[in-house]
């Protein structure tokens, strides 16, 4: 009797509990693993390329393996051109719509809105590449064309070496550009960026929103200084989110853009090319050398793409809190 | 009941062995008793229409090739690689490139074997008003000249003298070349540098053939990856002033018109198949059996050759087989679907070759393929090659006497004509895989012999010269003079309507300067300046004015 004693209190889980317990535990590292194994695998495969190269690996434009001269400066500026183009028209339309889905839209329809734009998001990255090259191609030349026209004296409006005014206008330099793959890429993205957007604005406090209408705030008013407020956080994540997926992007950009190793902020003019288009492009016949030039390239990639994804989510995780609000 | 169950599937695998080894004694080589596995290739898209209509052919007899273009230069990197069963490729392996790059087999045997020939055609979309140019004719150097950057417009003097005064539009031109590593690129760089190495040697900065088409940055080339992507930039909507080399076949798919290059002889043909065959007499195959580029091309004789109906860019595309007796890849079952789809595509497939822009192989390559093909037989007993008789192949280059004789281009027709130098330009199309010429031209050559000769010159040609040109060719000047838009400069469309009438589009088009663009600008400006001026000017003359607030007024 006397030697009843009190259960020892531990937290350390037992029994089923502790398999469950380190069997999720092994699933949520193996995440981590896949992940920094990609990682060690493509710096270790791009060790002799950089270490052959050095900087002038980040500053040559040329991509030419025959003639042993190889740089992605070029190829990351032509990365990036795609991916603003991307974001400038995905982001507009991601948060007009997020905000049309949570706040306008009847109820039931909100549901059918939603699974629309999911399924957006399924739909195979060559589909959109097939229809920015066959359909949308000629309307974003004439487009590019009233730009340059009128806006050509902005830098990244111009196309260099031609007449906007001319009696034939030379359609040529007007298609395959990082302009037109950027709008079959900005489909792409803006599933992603609006479902973030919208899960962000559906977590605006209903208190504070009838608030706003109870002061007399019209349902824009009850927008502008409530629901956007809160969802900055979610409206940057998102941007980050869909900038990330965009700066990926493969096969329509294979599909659109015609390979160009120039440094050009100019958008409107035939052809650029991004790290993963040169990637699929010259995988198939890179020897071992340029193999490793490639994954040079990749890593950079997957770096760049890392930085923009922890971002994103270290925003959205603040936002979380809706600090928004306070502010 | 247990027994006969038993019983019954031996009973029927014995009947099946049965009909199997009596289909096997009576039809070797297309019995369906033959074991045959899939077999999977890459390379070339030079050929690669020709190869899909074979492989097509052939699934009915229970053969799956696939075959996936991508460019000669990935046919052999992953042949190398033991990745594919066959590489089609239109240079061999390289060795070492000038970077020491290693371009090679990695180790695995092969053998090449010619599998078609063809020519790497010009095809291009120039616009006059709203018709397609169709029967533009350009020199050789005329051609380097544009793929250099040199020639940029189409207005330039160069191409007019090509095309016997003919003048077209001042459109600035796109040159479309391969953006990926490519036969065909080899192909045409070879040409160029063997024929125009002053052109081509200072742009390329060095000497030799390269699979990827140096693009100098600034230039208005376009890259695009795979012939049939070179294709659809030229003939889609943003195609107007491109031209870009790809396999005669490519335009003749999509009726688009190429470019007539001019010959040694003074005539400016187009790459149909008799052309082609013309050609290629003079190609120089390596023939040394013990040399690892057997039977592998020479094609300086082709470039030069000085029959007036020889296309210069003519070329044969290679298979690589493997014909180690331990391939990694390899088993009975491949290496008999790789000897019977070579069957067919050398033997029946040949006569395939010309309706879809190829030209058949004359029968001494048919045969030293046969030789390679037996390769296989080496490697593996096993493999069937019983009753394969070259002769009994229905090839049209096979004249059923004389082996020698290359009987396509016995009876290529002679060229027409207004196809001359300085003659012309003829008004037929072009990329239809017709013939140019003026009537029969058959027969020129009375008993052809390996060469085919240069018996072809123009009076012996059928129909005289002088009556040729009466119907098509008539020189730009004696046409009706295009209508030009007073406020654009464009030519107005509409003088030939429809393609079936077979007359060229003329026009001597004039730049109007309808439009200046430094006025558009000034006056741009003055007005924006005007428009600010309006909105602020009232509100500096408001304030402007004296206070007339009275002191102490409340505010």
């Known amino acids: 009797m006397a030697n009843v004693r009190p259960r020892k209190i531990s937290r350390k889980a037992t029994g089923g509990d502790a398999v469950f317990e380190n069997g999720a535990r092994a699933v949520g590292a193996s995440v981590l693993l896949i992940t920094g194994g990609v990682g060690v695998f493509l710096a270790w495969q791009a060790y002799p390329t950089l270490e052959r190269y050095g900087w002038s690996f980040f500053t040559e434009s040329q991509w030419q393996p025959d003639q042993d001269v190889i740089g992605i400066a070029a190829v990351l500026v032509g990365t990036f051109s795609v991916a603003m183009v991307a974001m400038a028209f995905a982001v507009p339309l991601s948060i007009l719509m997020a905000l049309y889905i949570s706040e306008y839209a009847p109820a039931r329809f909100r549901s059918s809105l939603v699974a629309l734009i999911d399924l957006m998001a ?53 298609v395959a550009s990082a302009f037109c793959a950027g709008i079959a890429v900005a489909m792409m993205v803006m599933p992603m960026a609006c479902a973030v957007m919208r899960q962000v604005f559906s977590q605006t406090p209903d208190g504070e929103k009838e608030a706003a209408l109870a002061l007399g705030a019209t349902r824009w008013g009850m927008v502008t200084s409530v629901v956007l407020p809160f969802g900055r956080g979610g409206i940057i994540g998102g941007t980050m989110l869909g900038l990330g997926r965009a700066l990926g992007e493969t096969i329509a950009v294979v599909l659109i853009v015609s390979p160009a190793f120039e440094i050009k902020p100019r958008i409107l003019e035939v052809g650029t090319t991004t790290v993963s288009s040169l990637i699929a492009g010259r995988f198939g016949e890179a020897s071992s050398s340029q193999l490793s030039a490639l994954l040079a390239a990749g890593f950079v990639l997957f770096v760049i793409t890392l930085l923009v994804n922890t971002v994103a989510s270290v925003v959205v995780n603040r936002s979380r809190s809706g600090a928004g609000t306070d502010a | 009941m247990n027994r006969r169950a038993l019983l019954r599937p031996a009973v029927r695998s014995a009947i099946a062995l049965t009909l199997a080894f009596a289909t096997l004694l009576t039809q070797p080589g297309t019995a369906s008793a033959t074991v045959y596995a899939q077999i999977e290739g890459t390379g070339s898209t030079w050929s690669e229409l020709i190869v899909q209509q074979w492989i097509a052919d052939v699934d009915a007899n229970g053969m799956k090739v696939v075959y996936t273009g991508g460019g000669s230069s ?16 239109e240079i061999p392996y390289q060795g070492t490139d000038e970077t020491g790059q290693a371009d090679t087999s990695n180790g695995r045997e092969f053998a090449y074997l010619p599998i078609v020939a063809g020519g790497t055609a010009f095809t291009y979309q120039l616009k006059i008003g709203n018709d397609l140019v169709r029967n533009l004719r350009l020199s050789g150097e005329t051609i380097a000249k544009i793929f250099t950057n040199q020639i940029t417009n189409w207005n330039d003097a160069a191409i007019t003298a090509d095309n016997n005064g003919r003048t077209f539009p001042s459109l600035p031109i796109t040159p479309v070349v391969r953006s990926d590593g490519s036969g065909t690129t080899a192909q045409f760089t070879t040409w160029l540098d063997s024929e125009f190495p002053s052109i081509w040697r200072p742009f390329f900065g060095g000497s030799g053939l390269t699979s990827y088409y140096p693009k100098e940055s600034g230039s208005r080339a376009i890259g695009q990856a795979g012939s049939d992507q070179v294709m659809n930039t030229i003939s889609g909507f943003a195609g107007n002033g491109t031209i870009g080399y790809v396999e005669y076949s490519y335009p003749v798919n999509k009726d688009y018109p190429v470019v007539k290059v001019l010959n040694k002889s003074g005539y400016f043909v187009e790459p149909t198949q008799y052309n082609v065959a013309v050609a290629l007499t003079k190609a120089k195959i390596n023939q040394d059996k013990g040399s690892a580029l057997y039977l592998t091309q020479i094609l300086d004789g082709v470039y030069r050759n000085t029959d007036a109906r020889a296309y210069p860019i003519s070329s044969y595309s290679y298979m690589v087989i493997p014909t180690g007796a331990d391939d990694p890849r390899m088993t009975t079952a491949k290496r008999q679907t790789i000897a019977d789809f070579l069957y067919y595509s050398l033997c029946a497939g040949q006569t395939k070759a010309g309706p879809y822009g190829y030209s058949p192989l004359p029968l001494n390559l048919v045969q030293a393929g046969f030789e390679q093909i037996a390769l296989l037989q ?20 096979f004249d059923g006497k004389n082996l020698n004789k290359n009987q396509l281009a016995a009876i290529a027709p002679a060229p027409a004509a207004c196809d001359k130098q300085g003659e012309g330009p003829c008004g037929t199309e072009t990329g239809n895989n017709e013939p140019s010429t003026d009537g029969s031209g058959g027969g020129t050559t009375p008993d052809g012999g390996e060469t085919g000769a240069g018996g072809a010159s123009p009076a012996g040609g059928g129909a005289g010269s002088g009556a040729a040109g009466a119907g ?49 600008r000034t006056f741009g400006w003055l007005a924006a300046l005007l428009a600010v001026g309006l909105v602020v000017m009232p509100g500096f003359y408001a304030a402007s004015l004296p206070r007339r607030r009275k002191p102490g007024t409340v505010r």
């Open chain 1, 122 to 174: 399924a739909v195979p990255s060559i589909v959109y590449g097939l229809w920015g090259f066959f359909l949308i191609m000629p309307y974003a030349a004439e487009l590019a064309l009233w730009l340059q026209r009128y806006l050509g004296w902005i830098p990244i409006f111009d196309v260099a070496n031609t007449d906007p005014n001319a009696a034939v206008w030379d359609t040529t330099r007007y």
């Open chain 2, 378 to 397: 080496q490697a593996d007993s096993a493999v069937d090659l019983t009753d394969r008789d070259v002769r009994s192949c229905n090839n049209p280059t």
């Open chain 2, 472 to 520: 098509s060719g008539a020189p730009g000047g004696s046409a009706p003079p295009p209508v030009v838009d007073p406020a654009t400069g464009a030519v107005v469309g509409g003088t030939s309507t429809g393609a079936a009438t077979g007359d060229a589009i003329y026009a001597n088009p004039t730049e109007l300067a309808a439009d200046r663009a430094l006025d558009t």
């Open chain 2, 74 to 89: 990935k046919g052999r990197k992953d042949f190398s690689q033991n990745s594919t069963d066959f590489a089609i490729s």
